[in-house]
């Protein structure tokens, strides 16, 4: 019993050695294809190997440790030869991304700062940066009978935002009919834009939870949340989404964002004095507007066009 009870003791104190680990070369290469680029808030990025993707949070390896970057922190993703990752499709005037989904609070906080307002010498409204080379989506009412407009851009800096006013920014093309226009503003170099994705309206229903960004009455990044109560109802001659998002008077030309931050239509009306009729233009016109730009373009010099000059004042007679 005694030397069972010995043997037993010996077995367990030397186990059984097992071969050393080879060790990897410390300075062994990664594969490029396997290196991203995540682009941050404030001109910050991140590059490292992106081990796994949730809805809340990428785990990048960065040599050194791991990160976990929050996802809803994430403006865009590339990798080092600047292709796209995370299912972003860039088109000329617009783009379109997979995009995981966010509360209202952190979708408005990645996605204001390409929220823009619109001041005109008629009246003000809303509208949102489509492209890094400062293109401008509004409604064809917020620059009608304008060719130049100014638009204020609200960048996140340390001290939060700081509103910035581009002057004479160009009213680039028009549809009437769809009351949609394009707006091109030349940013200054220090002042770093950020742009929208647009959705697939088709893809939503009635009862989807939508939320606006915009300036109602001037009051500048306000945010208001709804449903769609209709995916199509008819609005001045056109199909609109019926919405509960309040929509007042400077939410015109904003944007109508789904919970994974995506731009599915342009606020466009709402019935005064009726809470809950509201109206927002698809985004499916939207993207033929943009890619049909050419089509559209403003012509300063037909009438037709809805730019018209008033008459010169009468010079006053002597002595008067």
Known sequence: MLAATLA???????????PAPVPMPVDAPV????????????????????????????????????LKVPTASVLRRTNVDGARTGGIVREKL???????ERSVAEGAKVMGEAVVKIEAAGGQGSGFITQQDG?????FHVVEREV????????????????????KCKVAAINPDMDLALVKM?????????????????GMQVGDTVYAIGAPIGLDRTVSSGIISVTNRTF???????????????????????LRGEVVGVNSAGYRGFQGLNFAIPSKYVIDFLNNRDAFALDTTRSENGVHYLPAPKKPRPGK
């Open 236 to 258: 001045e001659g056109r199909c609109h989404f019926q919405i509960t998002t309040p929509i007042n008077p400077g939410n015109s030309g904003g944007p109508l964002f789904n």
């Open 31 to 66: 594969a490029a294809e396997l290196v991203e680029v995540l682009e941050l808030g404030g001109g910050c990025r991140i590059q490292g190997r992106v081990l796994r993707s949730t809805e809340q949070t990428i785990f990048v390896d960065v040599g050194y440790d791991v």
């Open 135 to 139: 293109w401008v989506v509004t409604n």
């Open 148 to 167: 130049e407009v100014d638009v204020v851009v609200y960048s996140l800096g340390k001290n939060g935002f700081e509103p910035r006013t581009v002057r």
């Open 186 to 202: 030349e940013a200054p170099a220090d002042l770093q834009l950020k742009t929208i994705y647009l959705g697939d309206s088709d």
């Open 8 to 18: 037993l003791l010996f077995s367990w104190q030397d186990p059984v050695p097992q």
């Open 94 to 100: 617009w783009a379109r991304a997979e995009l995981p």
